[in-house]
């Protein structure tokens, strides 16, 4: 039985959607025949929609393009053979550079939580994914709530209760999303200048925010995918030597689906001497790093507590390597005789050159150049899964983190306790906790779907000092959840009292630290309100 809905599509729908995925009732497929402005409008939209991609084209887009000169494609039949030229050049030469210059846009639907950040590992390639902030998880699929349905684990003892527990997580969800709306339309009223529309979705998306931890990690979500040839081999490389189950077969259905359009950038993905054994000896690192720390740290010991944000490494003299690295592009002196200079200089005369470095920037996009990637910082993060879901996007930096549970205890929002309903949320962790552990024997890999996103999971984020200012920058500003706004804040600190980093922080100018407003997203909705009525205009 296959853990994947099935959309139907009328006769005259699949007559047009033929011509432009390569399947209709596979929850992976890629796109094919439309300019690259609509793909990308696409996956834009999709990640604001609950629809899939291919009702989205069929509601949204199609309307709006010619699609009568493409009536004799069908994108469903595939390649016949590969063109002979990337035969010769990338399979029997090795030429990897060729790969990279072949992309695919491809849908990945019905995708649970854990199979996500799976799927946005690589560094190169582009991804949008769902947003819980922006579409309510009480919409049925295929007459079922939108959680994944492993298998191995409905086919045990303890299939009946696995269905049973994850229903109510999501039936809680439900009612505390209309309790939600209640308590924030009462706690602030609509302004005289905004819309109906503008202070419903803001309304709606401090509902989602506060009641999204009730949501397990089993939740689907619709990823759509950008990537070379390459990152494809790799990412399907590393998906099929994963130890999730769900990975391993979701690898299966992208193969298929990219082998239509792009089968001579994956020939190696399974060969015997290259893509099986390149994974064979990742899960074989893998195995050997479990057993060693299963016996360096026993699991019956206490975890012991620790802040939500702490530095871990940092270098003492990061702002004299910086001064340094600013210079050398605009002298002719080797890096040994530039450090030295910087290192004879007072600390007024290297601040001169700081403040020539960063100049004057106008907003956060603004951003100095290469030698503020010479100072490194790495920090410890502890916090619940829907802020690590949001960190997790920045892949410019070494990202890592260990598997959830529910050993770090969960993340209650003040604003669920303002409205009364705290003992439901409670409820609702402790029934996703007795789930997790209960599957955590028999099914280790499976049992993080029943964990809820407000538990907290551990994770390090290794960035230099350029990553770090677009990633505080971004990830402070009002308009972000609390949850990982405050870590943000937090990691901004660190550096300016901890790393003594001070000229580097104030760099990072538009770092905000003001109070949470009511409602974060009410701006970004008058904005976009905005901008919808002077294109209509237009």
Not at 127 to 155: C, H, K, M, N, W
Request: charged fraction near 30%; include cysteine.
């Amino acid at each position: 039985m296959t853990p994947y809905a099935t959309e139907e599509f009328s006769s005259e729908e699949a007559d047009v959607l033929r011509r432009y995925f390569t399947n209709l009732d596979q929850p992976v497929f890629a796109l094919v025949n439309l300019p690259e402005v609509v793909k990308g409008a696409l996956f834009a939209r999709y990640s604001r929609s609950d629809r899939s991609l291919r009702r989205l084209f069929l509601e949204e887009f199609v309307g709006e393009l010619d699609v009568s000169g493409d009536e004799s494609i069908d994108a469903t039949v595939g390649l016949r053979r590969a063109e002979e030229l990337y035969d010769r050049v990338f399979f029997e030469y090795g030429d990897d550079s060729v790969a990279q210059l072949g992309g695919v846009h491809l849908a990945c639907e019905q995708a649970s939580n854990i199979l996500t950040k799976i799927l946005e590992w690589g560094r190169l390639m582009a991804y949008l994914e769902q947003s819980t902030r922006y579409i309510a998880y009480d919409s049925r699929l295929g007459g079922r709530f939108r959680y994944y349905r492993d298998p191995e684990v409905l086919s045990s003892s303890l299939g009946a209760r696995y269905i049973s527990d994850m229903d109510r997580l999501f039936e809680v969800y439900a009612d505390l999303v209309r309790d939600m709306t209640d308590h924030f339309r009462i706690r602030v009223p609509k302004a005289e200048g905004d819309s109906d529309f503008v202070y419903r979705q803001a309304v709606a998306a401090k509902a989602f925010d506060a009641v999204r931890g009730v949501l397990p990690a089993a939740s689907l979500s619709n990823v759509g995918i950008y990537g070379t040839g390459q990152a494809y081999e790799a990412l399907l490389i590393r998906m099929r030597a994963h130890p999730l189950p769900e990975a391993r077969s979701y690898a299966e259905m992208i193969l298929a689906e990219l082998r239509k359009v792009i089968p001579s950038f994956l020939k190696r993905v399974d060969l015997p001497d290259r893509g099986e054994e390149v994974g064979r000896y990742g899960a074989d690192v893998r195995e050997r790093l479990e057993d060693l720390a299963e016996d360096l740290f026993a699991e019956g010991d206490p975890v012991a507590g620790s802040p939500v944000v702490d530095l871990t490494d940092f270098d003492p003299d990061g702002e004299v390597k910086l001064v340094a690295a600013a210079l050398y592009p605009v002298t002719n002196r080797s890096d040994r005789e530039v450090e030295a200079k910087v290192r004879g200089m007072s600390v007024d005369e290297r601040l001169s050159v700081l403040r020539a470095f960063v100049g004057d920037r106008g907003n956060r996009r603004h951003r100095p150049g290469r030698a503020l990637e010479r100072p490194t910082y790495r920090f410890d993060i502890l916090s619940d899964y829907g802020a690590f879901r949001d960190m997790q996007r920045h892949r410019m930096l070494t990202l890592d983190w260990q598997r959830l549970s529910c050993d770090h205890g969960f993340v209650r929002p003040p604003e669920v306790d303002e409205a009364g309903v705290g003992g439901r949320f409670d409820a609702a962790m402790e029934r996703s906790r007795d789930l997790h552990e209960a599957l955590r024997g028999p099914f280790p890999e499976q049992a993080p779907y029943a964990v809820a996103l407000a538990y907290r999971v551990r994770y390090l984020m290794h960035m230099n000092a350029r990553e770090a200012m677009h990633v505080l920058e971004l990830r402070s500003t009002p308009q972000g959840h609390p949850s990982y706004r405050q870590i943000a804040q937090q990691m901004h600190r660190l550096i300016a009292d901890v790393a003594g980093h001070h000229a580097v922080a104030e760099m990072m100018s538009y770092v905000d630290h003001t109070t949470e407003p009511e409602l974060e997203r009410l701006e970004a909705e008058r904005r976009a309100e905005q901008k919808r009525l002077a294109h209509g205009s237009a």
